[in-house]
């Protein structure tokens, strides 16, 4: 456990900023290019604890995996030369690394076991073991396989359509790996459109994939390596471009961030609050739109977030919830139920902590009621382990009227292991 007390900075934040590579990219990225054959380059990959939980469980696949700093160079014969592990996949605290290698060891014709932390182990993994287990695979584990730990015995797919229950791209992308190595179509309808980084990469790995409107066929197929360069992760950045929006006096710039339109939530609905938001120097790389976005402080007002714009920024809930403590009149965030089964009930624990640092805050059902705006307070606070708990706190200390001291700020190394440094590189 670590925990850090961090003083209000009573500083405008300015300058520039180099994002991280994007978490949800970096997975796919390793798990593409180790499924193919061939020769895989990833460049600014993430080398955050969940990501490199990725990399590891395929190196007990007996895929060869380089690291020299930022890049990974991925040597793989193609998953048919595969070997069954000799010991349990350990998952950490990786959800997504979880829920998407289900689906490639579902695929696998051997046997697997795997594992997470204790967090991981109370978040379920029903959403795509049921459609697996249609598919042919077979789980065993608590409650009839839905939790972690489990054991796979993987192999043998039928293709199937599946119209996915929740709006979720582990999901989506789950089916699409374990589509595969199954015999036949397999056909996904998505209830709403979800990030899309796994289309977008199995195209640029060459997959028999074709999508219209919410729906995604792919058929089975060996995959040929790529190069990949991992775009800015909008999500890390989102913390920055709350800062700013906050802070008074603040005028910041993020180079090259992601600017996938399934994950530009946050901008939109800032935008909407009266945010001063500026996008330049937008190109495609691998197949994703990046960019540079300016934000400068500026009064902002209240606003509703519901409906089919969640799936773009349920990651960015937790410090939306923050600005809109700043904003003039009442934001309310509704439809996003699945904020509760994350790294921790992030509904609870957002209210919770910020209620303690004297925000007025509501938790409902799927969401949360902000009323502001409202001057923080200093205190303790808890992380809850989340990483995105522990760098919203962050972010409220800069306009706190005394110090807040965060319980435990270890988890940050999951997603963003420079983020104080970077924070403080800003504060002027």
Same mark, same amino acid.
């Given at each position: 456990?670590?925990?850090?007390?961090?003083?209000?900075?009573?500083?405008?934040?300015?300058?520039?900023?180099?994002?991280?590579?994007?978490?949800?990219?970096?997975?796919?990225?390793?798990?593409?290019?180790?499924?193919?054959?061939?020769?895989?380059?990833?460049?600014?990959?993430?080398?955050? @604890?969940?990501?490199?939980?990725?990399?590891?469980?395929?190196?007990?696949?007996?895929?060869?995996?380089?690291?020299?700093?930022?890049?990974?160079?991925?040597?793989?014969?193609?998953?048919?030369?595969?070997?069954?592990?000799?010991?349990?996949?350990?998952?950490?605290?990786?959800? #997504?690394?979880?829920?998407?290698?289900?689906?490639?060891?579902? $695929?696998?014709?051997?046997?697997?076991?795997?594992?997470?932390?204790?967090?991981?182990?109370?978040?379920?993994?029903?959403?795509?073991?049921?459609?697996?287990?249609?598919?042919?695979?077979?789980?065993?584990?608590?409650?009839?396989?839905?939790?972690?730990?489990?054991?796979?015995?993987?192999?043998?797919?039928?293709?199937?359509?599946?119209?996915?229950?929740?709006?979720?791209?582990?999901?989506?992308?789950?089916?699409?790996?374990?589509?595969?190595?199954?015999?036949?179509?397999?056909?996904?309808?998505?209830?709403?459109?979800?990030?899309?980084?796994?289309?977008?990469?199995?195209?640029?790995?060459?997959?028999?994939?074709?999508?219209?409107?919410?729906?995604?066929?792919?058929?089975?197929?060996?995959?040929?390596?790529?190069?990949?360069?991992?775009?800015?992760?909008?999500?890390?950045?989102?913390?920055?471009?709350?800062?700013?929006?906050?802070?008074?006096?603040?005028?910041?710039?993020?180079?090259?961030? $992601?600017?996938?339109?399934?994950?530009?939530?946050?901008?939109?609905?800032?935008?909407?609050?009266?945010?001063?938001?500026?996008?330049?120097?937008?190109?495609?790389?691998?197949?994703? #739109?990046?960019?540079?976005?300016?934000?400068?402080?500026?009064?902002?007002?209240?606003?509703?977030?519901?409906?089919?714009?969640?799936?773009?920024?349920?990651?960015?809930?937790?410090?939306?919830?923050?600005?809109?403590?700043?904003? @003039?009149?009442?934001?309310?965030?509704?439809?996003?139920?699945?904020?509760?089964?994350?790294?921790?009930?992030?509904?609870?624990?957002?209210?919770?902590?910020?209620?303690?640092?004297?925000?007025?805050?509501?938790?409902? @059902?799927? $969401?949360?009621?902000?009323?502001?705006?409202?001057?923080?307070?200093?205190?303790?606070?808890?992380?809850?382990?989340?990483?995105?708990?522990?760098?919203?706190?962050?972010?409220?200390?800069?306009?706190?009227?005394?110090?807040?001291?965060?319980?435990?700020?270890?988890?940050?190394?999951?997603?963003?292991?420079?983020?104080?440094?970077?924070?403080?590189?800003?504060?002027?």
């Amino acid at each position: 456990m670590k925990n850090m007390k961090l003083t209000p900075s009573l500083r405008s934040l300015t300058g520039e900023l180099t994002i991280p590579g994007d978490k949800s990219i970096s997975h796919r990225a390793v798990i593409l290019g180790s499924l193919a054959e061939g020769t895989t380059k990833i460049t600014n990959f993430l080398n955050g @604890e969940d990501c490199l939980r990725t990399v590891a469980a395929f190196r007990l696949l007996g895929v060869e995996i380089g690291e020299e700093g930022s890049t990974l160079h991925i040597h793989s014969n193609g998953y048919s030369k595969f070997n069954e592990p000799t010991e349990p996949i350990y998952f950490g605290n990786s959800g #997504t690394t979880a829920r998407l290698m289900l689906g490639v060891l579902a $695929g696998l014709p051997f046997f697997t076991v795997a594992h997470g932390d204790a967090s991981l182990t109370k978040r379920p993994m029903d959403r795509v073991v049921v459609p697996l287990k249609e598919m042919g695979a077979s789980f065993n584990g608590r409650n009839n396989g839905n939790y972690l730990p489990l054991a796979i015995n993987g192999g043998e797919l039928k293709g199937m359509q599946y119209t996915i229950p929740v709006k979720s791209a582990q999901v989506k992308s789950a089916l699409l790996f374990a589509g595969l190595f199954a015999d036949g179509i397999t056909e996904i309808i998505e209830p709403a459109a979800t990030r899309n980084h796994s289309e977008n990469m199995l195209e640029a790995f060459g997959a028999n994939i074709t999508r219209q409107g919410n729906q995604i066929n792919i058929n089975n197929g060996q995959l040929k390596a790529t190069d990949v360069h991992v775009p800015g992760d909008i999500s890390s950045a989102a913390f920055f471009i709350a800062a700013a929006a906050i802070v008074p006096e603040s005028n910041v710039t993020l180079i090259n961030v $992601g600017l996938n339109e399934t994950r530009t939530g946050i901008i939109d609905v800032l935008t909407d609050m009266g945010a001063s938001i500026t996008i330049s120097n937008k190109q495609t790389v691998s197949g994703e #739109t990046i960019g540079d976005i300016t934000i400068k402080h500026q009064n902002l007002r209240g606003t509703v977030i519901e409906g089919d714009i969640i799936p773009r920024l349920i990651d960015e809930l937790p410090i939306i919830a923050l600005i809109a403590t700043q904003a @003039e009149g009442k934001t309310v965030i509704r439809d996003a139920a699945e904020l509760r089964l994350k790294e921790t009930d992030r509904i609870d624990a957002v209210a919770a902590g910020l209620t303690q640092l004297g925000a007025n805050i509501e938790p409902t @059902e799927d $969401g949360m009621i902000i009323h502001g705006a409202n001057q923080l307070n200093g205190g303790f606070v808890s992380s809850y382990n989340d990483h995105r708990i522990a760098m919203m706190h962050a972010v409220a200390s800069l306009i706190a009227n005394d110090d807040v001291t965060i319980d435990d700020v270890s988890s940050v190394a999951i997603s963003y292991p420079n983020f104080f440094r970077d924070l403080e590189s800003i504060c002027n």
